[in-house]
């Protein structure tokens, strides 16, 4: 890329180097702007004789271009690309969405010298229409070999981004308490609702059954029958453990403990099992509470169907403190 001075009436299909404003100071053209025969007439009609302009040379390509061809290959669900002004490139949510993230990949784009990408958070819920992504060049060009090697990373080792829709999630409750059932539910419904709304769910099968063994695996088999999305056991008391009597429930059902103890403050007493595809969530007092707490990172990549590891809830830990 060489930058130079040249006449007006030969700038057409080069970049400009710098902004230029009318006299008043209002913007005329935006720095990065390839300048076309129209601009030309405008400059020579605002009395310019010179601008400072640069000109690719040879295996460069320029910046918009550069970032539209990163945009297009990083990412893969419910996702599209908008082309911004100097050197940028934005991804937005199509639909209500959980994003994924694969940071290592992330980091390894991030350190080339070329571009950078700025995303939302790993599990985070994106709404239909939320920028989930940046995609930013170097100033007005970058080497050929340089972008090759970026769009290698996702052609060789996979996307770097997933939006994976959130459509019409299903979601199974199950209430629980030693004393009564539709105690747990008294106290905790109006706050599931409030929170399973603001990630476009809803109680769909809804149980409340006495803190025992037989009975809450019973009511979990009971809701395994509709085939819902996610089973939540919304208890009134905490777990010491997965031999406890929700975590000998959920294995008396059939189902295997992904995952007892969550590195999440809130929500650290968290219990993750599966049965089949279909996760059941148990995680004492985070239903009785608005504030963010473990839900708030685990549920929107459930509710997306995303089978959500004991390895990845493990590594929630960095930035798991959360009030």
């Not at 829709?165 to 599931?192: K, S």
């Amino acid at each position: 890329m060489r930058a130079q001075t040249v006449d007006v009436k030969i700038s057409a299909g080069r970049v400009l180097c710098c902004t230029i404003f009318r006299p008043g100071g209002k913007k005329l053209l935006a720095k990065g702007h390839v300048l076309s025969d129209e601009d030309v007439r405008v400059l020579e009609t605002e009395g310019m004789e010179q601008v400072w302009v640069t000109e690719l040379e040879a295996g460069e390509v320029g910046e918009d271009d550069a970032v539209l061809q990163v945009a297009t290959r990083i990412g893969c669900g419910s996702m599209e690309v908008r082309a911004a002004a100097g050197g940028r490139a934005n991804l937005y949510a199509t639909a209500d969405c959980c994003l994924l993230v694969d940071d290592d990949l992330l980091k390894q784009i991030n350190c080339t010298a070329s571009m950078v990408i700025a995303t939302g958070q790993n599990f985070s819920f994106v709404p239909a229409g939320e920028r989930i992504a940046t995609i930013k060049s170097t100033p007005f060009a970058v080497s050929g070999a340089e972008l090759e090697a970026i769009t290698s990373i996702p052609a060789e080792r996979g996307h770097i981004l997933q939006a994976r829709p959130i459509q019409d999630p299903q979601v199974a409750v199950l209430y629980t308490d030693p004393v009564h059932g539709d105690r747990a539910r008294q106290l905790f419904e109006n706050i599931m609702r409030q929170r399973l709304g603001g990630l476009g769910a809803q109680p769909n099968f809804v149980l409340s059954a006495l803190e025992d063994e037989n009975a809450v695996s019973r009511a979990l088999q009971h809701l395994m029958r509709a085939r819902p999305t996610l089973i939540v056991v919304a208890s009134t008391t905490a777990p010491q453990g997965p031999e406890d009597m929700v975590g000998r429930a959920i294995l008396r059902m059939g189902a295997t403990l992904e995952r007892f103890l969550a590195p999440v403050e809130p929500g650290s007493l968290m219990m993750l099992g599966y049965k089949d595809d279909i996760p059941i969530l148990s995680a004492p007092g985070c239903y009785r509470s608005t504030k963010k707490n473990v839900l708030d990172i685990v549920l929107p990549p459930l509710l997306a169907r995303y089978r959500l590891s004991g390895w990845e809830v493990a590594a929630l830990g960095h930035g798991g403190l959360l009030g």
